[in-house]
């Protein structure tokens, strides 16, 4: 039996979290921390998450998408929930939510969406083939059709810019 040919993996049994304290050293002079120290953090979860679900090393091949929609403070607890929304062949889109926590308040913001590409790599350090996803969730298959469509969109522009 092939890598490909195993049983598909669920979304959710990808599923990695990663959280830190926002120290002083993280931060700009106005106390928003610096998108470098979150786009580390959103890296090494949607990593864990690629890895998860192909059981085999998992390099980042693209960030697609980073969403900032509100800054985070320092002292705040920063919370990255990634999962695997995609597969191909070789490749995972894996989609990283970020939430900032007040500790002190207990008040969470939803402050970023990330989506990334990973690629499963063999001892080679050659592509490898991942296992498909099982989508027997609603929220799941949309999450997947989803994915699959941005996919499509940046193949499309870079044939489109080829020419």
Not at 42 to 62: F, G, I, L, Q, Y
Not at 95 to 104: C, K, Q, Y
């Amino acid at each position: 039996m092939t890598e490909r040919q195993e049983v598909p993996r669920k979304p959710d049994d990808s599923v990695a979290v990663v959280s830190e304290l926002m120290m002083p050293h993280q931060v700009n002079n106005l106390g928003h921390v610096f998108g470098g120290e979150l786009l580390s953090m959103v890296d090494r979860a949607a990593a864990v998450s690629a890895m998860r679900h192909a059981r085999s090393p998992s390099v980042t091949v693209s960030i697609d998408r980073v969403d900032f929609v509100e800054p985070i403070y320092t002292g705040e607890l920063v919370t990255c929930t990634a999962r695997v929304n995609f597969v191909g062949r070789t490749s995972m889109e894996v989609g990283v939510r970020v939430l900032a926590e007040n500790l002190l308040t207990g008040e969470k913001r939803h402050t970023n969406t990330c989506l990334l590409t990973f690629v499963a790599i063999d001892a080679d350090h050659r592509p490898c083939p991942v296992p498909p996803l099982e989508l027997s969730d609603p929220s799941d298959a949309r999450r997947a059709r989803e994915a699959k469509r941005r996919r499509e969109v940046r193949e499309e522009l870079d044939r489109e810019l080829q020419e």
